[in-house]
């Protein structure tokens, strides 16, 4: 059953963010996670627990949809038109944030001498 | 007769003790007594080379046709299926796997289903409950001449065999989520 709150409100988790990340191109799920752990220079990794869970909501709220079927043992997904907008908002919402982070940042290294 | 081979655990309730056991499973597997089949009642683990094992446990509610796919994800990072029941799915791993809930929110999931489940039967166990003794002594037994001496009780029993563990496992499953929440990621 699809129930997330993070998706009710049109955010997307830090996991869902980086698996639509990896979907621009079509793949299964190994190799989500190793566009993933590509990605992030390895600094991310997703459970295998995790990545099926999400796939399935993922799926269920059409924002990725399956491109082949390789019988039954692998499912290859992509990213849907309205997977692609939703992650376009988060994107930005999280620019959003680290720019303000960036903004404390800035003030905080100005007011201490040893910062860089 | 005993087999030599073969050694049992039993089955106390996932619900309140599944850290333990797979913590327990471990270091067995680390004593070369390896998890081979699970039943309602007990584990069965068989005897071999000791191996450095980690084990993880998911509950997972499966459409006919899903799995396959289901088991090949888990297999593609290095978690092998040991066994299954209705459900409930024992893994194990080399000690350097990632852990498979690697995401807070889908961790939680995996016991809300149990969760709900359980505390539903909670529910309708007590209504049934107070249903039964509310029509016992409105006497709506009666019909039942002297045998409802025998119905009755047989039938609150029943009621509350259903009622206290799945209260038990309801509480288990709220503060196992409880904790999942409160964890730092």
């Given amino acids: 059953m699809p129930r997330g709150k993070a998706l009710d409100d049109n955010r997307l988790t830090d996991s869902m963010y980086y698996i639509l990340l990896s979907l621009m191109e079509p793949l299964h799920g190994y190799g989500i996670k190793q566009k993933i752990s590509d990605l992030s220079n390895g600094e991310i990794e ?18 990725i949809a399956l491109v082949e079927e390789d019988g039954e043992r692998r499912k290859t997904y992509q990213i849907s038109a309205s997977g692609r907008d939703l992650l376009k908002r988060d994107i930005n919402r999280r620019i959003r944030m680290a720019e303000m982070g960036k903004k404390v940042l800035l003030g905080l290294q100005g007011g201490n001498d040893d910062g860089k | 007769m005993m087999e030599s081979n073969v050694r049992y655990l039993w089955n106390w309730g996932l619900a309140f003790d599944e850290a333990r056991l797979l913590k327990r499973l471990e270091d067995l597997a680390g004593k070369g007594w390896i998890l081979d089949s699970i039943s309602a009642l007990r584990y069965r683990l068989r005897k071999g080379e000791p191996q450095a094992l980690r084990y993880s446990m998911d509950y997972r509610k499966l459409k006919a046709g899903d799995e396959m796919e289901y088991l090949t994800v888990f297999a593609e990072a290095g978690w092998e299926r040991v066994c299954s029941l209705q459900g409930i799915y024992f893994f194990c791993a080399a000690q350097d796997a990632v852990a498979i809930h690697t995401d807070q929110a889908t961790k ?16 309708i166990s007590a209504l049934l409950f107070v249903v039964l003794f509310g029509l016992e002594q409105m006497n709506a037994f009666a019909f039942l001449g002297r045998s409802q001496n025998l119905v009755f009780p047989f039938l609150l029993a029943g009621t509350g065999a259903v009622f206290i563990p799945s209260c038990m496992m309801s509480m288990a499953y709220a503060k196992r989520m409880r904790e999942i929440e409160s964890e730092e990621r």
């Avoid at chain 2, 939680?108 to 529910?123: D, P």
Wanted: hydrophobic share 40%; proline share 3%; aromatic share 12%.
């Fill in chain 1, 46 to 63: 997703i459970g295998p627990a995790s990545l099926y869970t999400i796939l399935k909501k993922l799926s269920a709220r059409e924002l």
């Fill in chain 2, 108 to 123: 939680k999931e995996k016991y809300s289903g149990y969760k709900r489940g359980s505390f539903l039967a909670m529910v």
